[in-house]
T-cell receptor, first 112, second 113 residues
Framework: GQQVMQIPQYQHVQEGEDFTTYCNSS?????IQWYKQRPGGHPVFLIQ?????EVKKQKRLTFQFGEAKKNSSLHITATQTTDVGTYFC????????????FGTGTRLTIIP | NAGVTQTPKFRVLKTGQSMTLLCAQD?????MYWYRQDPGMGLRLIHY???????AKGEVPDGYNVSRLKKQNFLLGLESAAPSQTSVYFC????????????FGPGTRLTVL
């Protein structure tokens, strides 16, 4: 089956430092989504990337889809305590597929 | 607009007992999903449904059954609970396969002793 590798598994940063998580697939993706799960909470959709090389920004968050559509990254600039949580990528094998395969997640903790 | 709701929030079962988890959504979504989340394993799809009256197996379906008799509800059943089914269960829904952003419920924490 599909393998969705997400690294790192854990990341501890000082408040104000940057953070990046990477998602790598064994196959070419049609699209990728990113979700955030706060501690004790449920996953919440952040964004979807569809085009090769696509870059989208949401305030301090920058999402990128690789040129070959096999990898994606989420970068947070100047982390804040509100960024604490686990970030998941989720991929569809082909556009129009109703199922998502989730990565194992990167858990971000912030040291104040 | 409540979104996706799940009942119960917590449950403790003994091995061999049965139970049903209920998921309801009020967004008129066609697709509904059941996931389990275990430490270090991310979210794994148990079963899903692409519309009322339909169900399909996901990645880890063994030991679970589902039903979607009404569009807004998706039930997950455990006929004979095992300790390996101790997990947090999330229900999710999405509008269609073309608009497949998933909306998650708050989760059910299940412990099987």
């Amino acid at each position: 089956g599909q393998q969705v590798m997400q690294i790192p598994q854990y990341q501890h940063v000082q408040e104000g430092e940057d953070f990046t998580t990477y998602c790598n697939s064994s196959t070419t993706l049609s699209n990728i989504q990113w979700y955030k799960q706060r501690p004790g909470g449920h996953p919440v959709f952040l964004i979807q990337l569809v085009k090769s090389g696509e870059v989208k920004k949401q305030k301090r968050l920058t999402f990128q889809f690789g040129e070959a559509k096999k990898n994606s990254s989420l970068h947070i600039t100047a982390t804040q305590t509100t960024d604490v949580g686990t970030y998941f990528c989720a991929e569809s094998p082909n556009f129009g597929n109703e199922k998502l395969t989730f990565g194992t997640g990167t858990r971000l903790t912030i040291i104040p | 607009n409540a979104g996706v709701t799940q009942t119960p929030k917590f449950r403790v079962l003994k091995t061999g007992q049965s139970m049903t988890l209920l998921c309801a959504q009020d967004m008129n979504h066609e697709y509904m999903y059941w996931y389990r989340q275990d430490p270090g394993m991310g979210l794994r799809l148990i079963h899903y449904s692409v519309g009322e009256g339909t169900t399909a197996k996901g990645e880890v379906p063994d030991g679970y059954n589902v039903s979607r008799l009404k569009k807004q509800n998706f039930l997950l059943g455990l006929e004979s609970a095992a300790p390996s089914q101790t997990s947090v269960y999330f229900c999710a829904s999405s509008y269609s396969q073309w608009n497949n952003e998933q909306f998650f419920g708050p989760g059910t924490r299940l412990t099987v002793l």
